[in-house]
Each structure stands twice: as structure tokens, then as C-alpha cells.
């Protein structure tokens, strides 16, 4: 798409067109809807429309779907947005950090960020260097009527003046046509660029994967998952550090996209109707964990405590201990409901012997199998299919290591 057809895609004309491709699709054919359409409309018209409205089912996957069904969206840009919860819980710490105040957002995409700031009462400027990108997010602040509370400026973000604003955030593009970027020295801006911005008040959003030791001395790092899964990592510096050097923040949403209400702090949890955010740090963490023997509980961390180097912190909170110093399990004799790890009852510590397992899945009468495993060489797939599940119960085996043994844990979901 075009600058051109996505203006005209935001005009009385395509708004018309939006609504009409929206209430014909899934209901006539595609290709009926199409041709439909395509006798008052230009064919790039319609061609546009039909992607959008694709777009925007898409979206909802990700934005509130009020918000989904409203929004101008390219693929690009669609993909590299952060996703709505992610990107409210930053712009509530950073509108506890900076009340109402003046924020540049660099690499503003489509304004998934951008939204959220605008809409905890922050004032945005964003600046995005791709024309089609830019104009998307000029449409969507118009479209969620935040119109006054943030603009977005087409240029070059490592150019910008920053000085009049009271923080920056700045989410560099890590993907090519290629693909993902992992090197933090290939985004972009690069590295170089992000330093900069680290040395004063600046949240910066990084890849999960971010090596701990590219954390600048005196910033921190934070690693969000939502509904258990990694999404990334920030890198908070200057008066937006709250004074740890390693957070994990795990996020639950509802059914979809919803905002978070609880501000940081160390091991608090907060929630609203729409989703519960707890939050993790070193200062949680005693470090240097005991390695024992399987006890009768078993904990999974979530990854962004994983990432975050926290799984010790798991095992102080459960008086826990780690089977294999390399592993993140965590075992106890207690058992807590914790929204860091998710927990299993072990009710058997067997050998890894695919025949004696075997025996094991017969003798119970599993049917349904779910297999985890960590630090082994095992291919899940592969061993369920050794193991013949033919019953009609189901069971969780963990295999994973303890010290040079491999074990399988049975473990029950609590
Ligand atoms: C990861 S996306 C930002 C997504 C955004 N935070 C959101 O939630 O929608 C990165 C964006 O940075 C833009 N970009 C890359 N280099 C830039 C630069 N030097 N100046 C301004 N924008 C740049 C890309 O065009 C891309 O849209």
C-alpha cells in the first residue's frame, strides 16, 4: 500500500469502503466481495480495504479489539507493534515516574506504544523514519481520538532533539526483509545510538535474548511475558530505574488486550478486571541456590524469570532448591500458588529407561501424554511415540537432569 491509498483508505470515501468490505467478509466470498465492491470503488481501493479489514481481524490478537477494528495497520508495522498490555504496563511506569509529562517516542511504528502513553496521560511526540509507518500512526491517534495528547514527526530518531522532554522511550527495529536481528549492534538505530539514550531518563525496548552484560552500569533490565509468554525486554535508565538491576514482570490478561493497573515494585502483584501483573527482582533474589533431590513439588518458572537470571529468586519464595544448578526447575516440599512458576505435584521420580517407562504408561493406563524436558536431548515427539500411550488417562512426564542422572519426573498440574 501506498501513502496515497492509505489516505484515501481514511477518507469519508474509504471509511464507507471499510465498513462495507468489513460487513461482506466471511459472509460472501471473497472473491464475490471483490468484484462487488470493485464497481464503485478504484480496484487499489478495494484491493487496500480487503487488506485492512484482514488486518484488522488479525489485530486483535493484540490490540484491544475496539481499538483493532478502528486502526489503520500495515504488515510491517503491524507485526513489529508492541502488543497492547505490554505497552500499557510501561506507559503506567512511566506516567508513575513522569505524571503528565512530555515524552518523545522514537521508533514509533504504528503508535503501539504511542496509544498507551497518550492514554495514561502522557503527552507524545513520535518520530518514525518510514513515511507509509508514520502516516498509519498520525491515523490511528486520530482514529482513537487522541488528537492533542500525541503527533508523530516523519524523520530520523538518532537526529531529533531531544532536549524539552521529561523522558524517551525508543523501540529500534530489530527485523530486515530477512528476518529477526538478534546482534543488538544491528538495530536500528544501532547500539551505538541506544547507549546514548541510556545515558539519561530513556526506556528502550530490547529482544528478550539481550545479553545481561549489554546492561549499562546503574540502568535496568525488565523482562515481560504475558499469558506466559516472553514478549521482550526494557532497558530503564536515569531517574526511570527503580535501583535493581534485573525485573521480571509477568502479565495475565483476560480474554484479550487489557489494561494493567499496578505499578512496579518488588514481588508485588496487582490486578483489575482485565489483567494481573506481579513483578519480580534481584533484590528478591538470595542468589546461590541449594541443589538437592526431588521434593514433592515441582515448579516451572515463567520465562521472563528465567530471562531474567530470577529462577533462584522462585526457589526462595517456594523454600525451594534447583535439581541441576543449570537447569530452571525448582523443586520444594511446599507447595505455593506463585504467578512466577507454575506448579506440579510430583507423585513419581522414575529412571529415564524408555522400556521401563513404557511399562509405566501401560501399567496406568495413560493415554494422553504431555512431555517436558530440560537440559536433556530429548525429542518430546519422539518419545511419546516410543512410549505407546494407548489408555485413557492423561499424565505429565518432565524429563530433565539431576546432577549427571536423567530423570522423569510424573507430575500432576496444580
Ligand atoms: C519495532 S518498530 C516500533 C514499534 C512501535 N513501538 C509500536 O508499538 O508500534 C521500529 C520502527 O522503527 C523505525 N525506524 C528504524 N530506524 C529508524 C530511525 N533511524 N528513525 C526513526 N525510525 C526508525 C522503523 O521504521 C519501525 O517502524
Known amino acids: 500500500m501506498d501513502i496515497r491509498t492509505l489516505r484515501h483508505l481514511a477518507s469519508p470515501e474509504g471509511k464507507a469502503l471499510l465498513r462495507e468490505a468489513e460487513s461482506g467478509f466471511g459472509v460472501e466470498t471473497e472473491f464475490a466481495l471483490g468484484s462487488r465492491l470493485r464497481r464503485d470503488h478504484a480496484p487499489e481501493l478495494v484491493a487496500a480495504a480487503l487488506t485492512q479489514v484482514r488486518l484488522r481481524r488479525r489485530a486483535t490478537a493484540k490490540f484491544h479489539p475496539a481499538d483493532a477494528a478502528r486502526m489503520f495497520l500495515t504488515v510491517d508495522g503491524y507485526e513489529q507493534a508492541t502488543r497492547a498490555t505490554v505497552a500499557s504496563h510501561r506507559a503506567r511506569r512511566l506516567a508513575d515516574r513522569r505524571p503528565g509529562g512530555r515524552l518523545l517516542d522514537l521508533c514509533c511504528g504504528i503508535g503501539g506504544d504511542l496509544i498507551e502513553l497518550a492514554r495514561a496521560g502522557l503527552t507524545v511526540t513520535g518520530v518514525e523514519m518510514d513515511e507509509l509507518t508514520a502516516e498509519a500512526a498520525r491515523l490511528n491517534i486520530a482514529a482513537l481520538d487522541l488528537t492533542g495528547r ?17 523522558a524517551v522511550v525508543c523501540d529500534p527495529a530489530r527485523r530486515t526483509a530477512r528476518g529477526r536481528i538478534f546482534d543488538p549492534d544491528a538495530y536500528q538505530p544501532p547500539w551505538s545510538f541506544v547507549l546514548e539514550l541510556l545515558d539519561g531518563d530513556a526506556c528502550v525496548k530490547v529482544a528478550p535474548g539481550i545479553p545481561h552484560d549489554r546492561v549499562p552500569a546503574g540502568a535496568e533490565a525488565e523482562w515481560v511475558s504475558d499469558n506466559g509468554e516472553v514478549k521482550e525486554a526494557a532497558i530503564w535508565s536515569g531517574e526511570l530505574a527503580s535501583g535493581c538491576r534485573r525485573r521480571a514482570t509477568v502479565l495475565r490478561g483476560g480474554a484479550g488486550p487489557g489494561s494493567v493497573t499496578a505499578g512496579p515494585g518488588s514481588g508485588t502483584a496487582g490486578s483489575s478486571a482485565a489483567a494481573h501483573m506481579a513483578t519480580l527482582t534481584d533484590a528478591d533474589d538470595p542468589g546461590d541456590p541449594r ?6 513439588f515441582l515448579y516451572e518458572p515463567d520465562g521472563a524469570v528465567i530471562r531474567a537470571g530470577l529462577v533462584t529468586a522462585v526457589a526462595a519464595m517456594t523454600d525451594g532448591w534447583l535439581l541441576d544448578s543449570s537447569i530452571a526447575y525448582v523443586s520444594a516440599d511446599t507447595h505455593l500458588s506463585t504467578p512466577f512458576a507454575r506448579a506440579y505435584e510430583v507423585t513419581e521420580v522414575l529412571p529415564y529407561d524408555v522400556k521401563a517407562l513404557r511399562r509405566y504408561v501401560r501399567a496406568h493406563d495413560i493415554g494422553s501424554l504431555t512431555i517436558k524436558k530440560r537440559g536433556v536431548e530429548v525429542t518430546p515427539e519422539e518419545l511419546r511415540r516410543s512410549l505407546r500411550p494407548k489408555g485413557s488417562r492423561t499424565a505429565t512426564l518432565v524429563v530433565t537432569r539431576a546432577g549427571r542422572r536423567t530423570i522423569v519426573l510424573v507430575a500432576t498440574p496444580l
Not at 150 to 157: K, S
Not at 291 to 296: F, L, M, N, Q
Open 291 to 296: 541443589v538437592h533431590a526431588p521434593g514433592r
Open 150 to 166: 500525541a503527533g508523530v514527526l516523519t524523520g530520523d530518531a538518532a537526529r531529533h532533539d531531544r532536549s524539552g522532554y521529561d
